[in-house]
Nanobody, 115 residues
Framework: QVQLVESGGGLVQPGGSLRLSCAASRSIASIDVMGWYRQAPGKQRELVAF???????NYADSVKGRFTISRDNAKNAVYLQMNSLKPEDTAVYYC?????????WGQGTQVTVSS
């Protein structure tokens, strides 16, 4: 079991950057997969990026080249660096951890891209 708390969301202009953080309540060294989903108003939740314990990262096509996911096992944290933000990136971003057959979620952080 793990509790996840996201931070770093906010309002940013198109073309700007934000860095989301996800703090875990215990060591993430044994957690195979952690990542980020997002959900825009009226849309289904979609996978943004995930990273394995070995450091292998995968991204949705819509964010490739703009977003970078990383994890710091020593700090029990996962990060999402978001650059060149677009209005269509506006959503609530959720951190998740896949442990065995269960998925744990954070409460979400709002990202709004608007001029």
């Amino acid at each position: 079991q793990v509790q996840l708390v996201e931070s770093g969301g906010g309002l940013v202009q198109p073309g700007g950057s934000l860095r989301l953080s996800c703090a875990a309540s215990r060591s993430i060294a044994s957690i195979d997969v952690m990542g980020w989903y997002r959900q825009a108003p009226g849309k289904q939740r979609e996978l943004v990026a995930f990273i394995t314990n070995g450091g292998s990262a995968n991204y949705a096509d819509s964010v490739k080249g703009r977003f970078t996911i990383s994890r710091d096992n020593a700090k029990n944290a996962v990060y999402l660096q978001m650059n060149s933000l677009k209005p269509e990136d506006t959503a609530v971003y959720y951190c998740y951890a896949a442990i065995s057959i269960r998925t744990y979620w954070g409460q979400g952080t709002q990202v709004t891209v608007s001029s």
